[in-house]
């Protein structure tokens, strides 16, 4: 029985070695599996945080040229309105320089329309000059060739006046 005692005891020898191979087995974990664990870790989170930064960065350029395209495109509206607010500038101008140009020649065609019947005018009045002086020579020959009583010059006098009438 003594020796189940024994066996059964407390034995300080065993623990101390356990202990110790314990403390060698972690300082051996340590060294060859925690450090080599744990420089995977600080080398995959390191590619994860520069994964993450470069996301940023493309994220905040992708940004940056958005912004550029929006700028760009709100220019070229600018850019295309200011365009057609200048067709619509020099339509304006031509259409009122036809209007213009078209009152001019109205204008140049009413005056020479009235100095061509001006000079109508002067032409048949000078006709009728021409008309009514030689009727005055004619009625003035006659009345000298034949003595005429009153009646008979009056008679005269409406007849050339016919025959002027008719000549027109």
Do not use: C
């Not at 760009?72 to 309105?81: F, I, P, S, T």
């Not at 607010?85 to 001019?104: D, L, M, P």
């Not at 020649?105 to 000079?119: N, P, T």
């Amino acid at each position: 029985m003594s020796s189940l005692v024994l066996g059964s005891a407390f034995n300080g020898g065993d623990i101390l070695f356990q202990l110790a191979m314990f403390i060698i087995l972690l300082a051996l974990l340590k060294k060859f599996a925690w450090g080599p664990l744990m420089g995977i870790m600080r080398e995959r989170e390191e590619h994860i945080a520069s994964e993450i930064e470069s996301a940023e960065q493309s994220r905040a350029e992708a940004k940056k040229i958005l912004e550029e395209q929006r700028e760009l495109l709100k220019e070229a509206r600018g850019e295309a309105q200011g365009l057609i607010e200048n067709a619509k500038k020099q339509g304006e101008i031509q259409r009122e320089e036809i209007v213009v140009a078209a009152r001019e020649e109205a204008d140049r065609l009413k005056e020479s329309a009235k100095i061509e019947i001006e000079q109508q005018k002067e032409k048949a009045v000078a006709a009728i000059r021409e008309q009514v002086a030689s009727l005055s020579v004619l009625i003035a020959s006659k009345v000298i060739e034949k003595e005429l009583t009153e009646a008979d010059q009056e008679k005269l006098i409406n007849e050339y006046i016919q025959e002027a009438g008719e000549e027109r």
